[in-house]
């Protein structure tokens, strides 16, 4: 018949809507718990009272750029009603690119739909860019860059790096090309772009010193003969034959043979 005994213990639970939270009991049951319970001794009238979920949408935004939110919150408690759709642009300023939004990707522009509490991540970072080091001629020597690039094997825009040249064996520094200049063989050079250092390297040239004992004993045949500075690249193979004068013998070399 659609009634209660007199004396019955009712149980309500309250079962929010999606998009709705519950407040409160009100009629024949009051509180704020979701359970509650009427005892039927005479006819009963209870309300269970739901309103519009409200929910919070935190933005976390790295050094270099800004959001805006489109719509804004409301002014009133800086909540969403549930199921808003809320537009975020990222701006990045100058000097900086926009890197992403984490697990929402890397459009600056992305909508996302409050069905809950959301946080949302904006990375912004400077440009990164690539600094190759080159030996010339190859193998010759290599260079050495403190600070190292990142783990990507770039350099943020910007940073100073500080070349250093380090001839291989038998080589001298030259002089720097590409994004380096001088003949120091350290340099700096700002990273503002991909860019490429040359280290110019040559063989280094040593003087080959021929004497004879006694003076007058004879001579040495030099070949080849050095070059018009007097001396040969590091590494040159140079044949000596001793010439001896009327009336002497060779007897042995000295020196560095």
Do not use: C
Request: no cysteine; net charge negative; glycine share 14%.
């Amino acid at each position: 018949d659609g009634l209660y005994a007199d004396g019955v213990t009712v149980t309500l639970r309250a079962q929010p809507g999606q998009g709705f939270a519950f407040g409160s009991w009100s009629g024949n049951a009051s509180g704020a718990g979701t359970v509650t319970t009427v005892v039927m001794d005479g006819p009963k009238s209870v309300a269970a009272n739901f309103s519009s979920q409200r929910l919070t949408l935190t933005l976390n935004v790295s050094q270099g750029g800004s959001v805006t939110v489109d719509p804004p919150p409301s002014s009133t408690d800086g909540r969403y009603a549930y199921g808003t759709s809320v537009t975020l642009t990222a701006a990045p300023e100058s000097g900086y690119l926009f890197e992403g939004w984490g697990a929402l990707g890397t459009n600056p522009t992305v909508t996302v739909q409050m069905t809950g509490n959301l946080t949302v991540q904006a990375q912004f970072g400077r440009p990164r860019f690539t600094l190759s080091l080159l030996a010339d001629p190859t193998g010759s020597g290599s260079i050495s860059v403190p600070p190292l690039p990142g783990s990507d094997g770039r350099y943020a825009a910007g940073t100073e790096v500080t070349v250093r040249a380090l001839p291989g064996l038998g080589y001298a520094f030259s002089q720097w090309g590409g994004a380096a200049a001088g003949t120091s063989e350290t340099a700096q050079v700002v990273v503002s772009q991909d860019e490429a250092v040359v280290a110019h390297f040559v063989p280094r040239r040593y003087a080959l010193t021929a004497l004879v004992n006694p003076a007058a004993g004879g001579s040495i045949a030099v070949t080849p003969p050095p070059g018009p500075d007097g001396a040969y690249p590091a590494g040159t193979t140079v044949a000596l034959q001793a010439l001896p004068a009327p009336g002497y013998g060779f007897t042995l070399w000295g020196g560095d043979a």
